[in-house]
C-alpha cells in the first residue's frame, strides 16, 4: 500500500460524458501526478500540482482538467468523453517537485467509455 | 526531448534462472533513471533509481541495474528469479530541469516467471 487512494476504482461511462476522478496524496506530500496509461499510447504524463498551483503540463487534451485543493486531495476532470479515453488513470504523489523525488503511485481509476 | 526504449514487450524465464530486462534511453541532458514494477491490478512501485554516483545500483527484491552513459543504457537484472517477480516493469527518465523534469516512461516489459 502506497498510502495513496484514488476512487473510483472502476468507472463506466458513455460517450460525451464528464467523470471526476479523485485522488489523496500520502500524507505530507505536497505534489500530485496524474498520469494515463493506454495500451496504444502506454503510460504517459498528464499533470503535475504542488502545494495547489499548476507546476507542469504533459500531454493532457483540453477537455481534461485538474485542481488540487488546500487539503491536497486532487480531482482530474474529463468531459465530452470519447471511447479513445478509456484508460487507467494513476494518481502519483511525491514530497517536492524535484526530477529525482520517488512518486508513489495509487491504485488507478479504471475509465471505460461505451 | 527524452525517450526511452525497452527492447523486449515479453521476457518469459523459468524460476530461479537469472533475468535481464533491457533499458535504453535517449536524451541531450544529464538523467536520472527509475525502474518501476507494475503487479496485477496494482499501481506502479518503485524498484530503484539512478541519480548520480556509483553506476551500480541496488534495490528492492534484489533487483540491481547499471547505468552506462556511453550506451545510454540502464539494465535491469536480478540473479534468481522468483514466481512472484511476474509484473510489468517500467524503465523511466527524468531531468534536473526544465520541461524534462517529468517522467518520460518505456513502453514495458513483462516478466513472466514460469515453475
Known amino acids: 500500500d502506497s498510502g495513496v487512494t484514488q476512487t473510483p476504482k472502476h468507472l463506466i461511462t458513455a460517450t460525451g460524458q464528464r467523470v471526476t476522478l479523485r485522488c489523496s496524496p500520502r500524507?505530507?506530500?505536497?505534489?500530485v501526478y496524474w498520469y494515463q496509461q493506454s495500451l496504444d499510447q502506454g503510460l504517459q504524463f498528464l499533470i503535475q500540482?504542488?502545494?495547489?498551483?499548476?507546476?507542469a503540463k504533459g500531454n493532457i487534451l483540453e477537455r481534461f482538467s485538474a485542481q488540487q485543493f488546500p487539503d491536497l486531495h486532487s480531482e482530474l476532470n474529463l468531459s465530452s468523453l470519447e471511447l479513445g479515453d478509456s484508460a487507467l488513470y494513476f494518481c502519483?504523489?511525491?514530497?517536492?517537485?524535484?526530477?529525482?523525488?520517488?512518486?508513489?503511485f495509487g491504485p488507478g481509476t479504471r475509465l471505460t467509455v461505451l | 526531448a527524452q525517450s526511452v526504449t525497452q527492447l523486449d514487450s515479453q521476457v518469459p524465464v523459468f524460476e530461479e534462472a537469472p533475468v535481464e530486462l533491457r533499458c535504453n534511453y535517449s536524451?541531450?541532458?544529464?538523467?536520472?533513471l527509475f525502474w518501476y514494477v507494475q503487479y496485477p491490478n496494482q499501481g506502479l512501485q518503485l524498484l530503484l533509481k539512478?541519480?548520480?554516483?556509483?553506476?551500480l545500483v541496488k534495490g528492492i527484491n534484489g533487483f540491481e541495474a547499471e547505468f552506462n552513459k556511453s550506451q545510454t543504457s540502464f539494465h535491469l537484472r536480478k540473479p534468481s528469479v522468483h514466481i512472484s517477480d511476474t509484473a510489468e516493469y517500467f524503465c523511466?527518465?527524468?531531468?534536473?530541469?526544465?520541461?524534462?523534469?517529468?517522467?518520460?516512461f518505456g513502453s514495458g516489459t513483462q516478466l513472466t516467471v514460469l515453475p
Open positions: 502519483a504523489s511525491s514530497v517536492y517537485t524535484g526530477a529525482d523525488n520517488e512518486q508513489f
Open positions: 500524507s505530507g506530500d505536497l505534489s
Open positions: 500540482y504542488y502545494n495547489g498551483e499548476e507546476r
Open positions: 536524451s541531450s541532458v544529464s538523467v536520472y
Open positions: 539512478y541519480l548520480s554516483g556509483s553506476t
Open positions: 523511466a527518465v527524468s531531468a534536473p530541469s526544465g520541461s524534462a523534469r517529468q517522467l518520460t
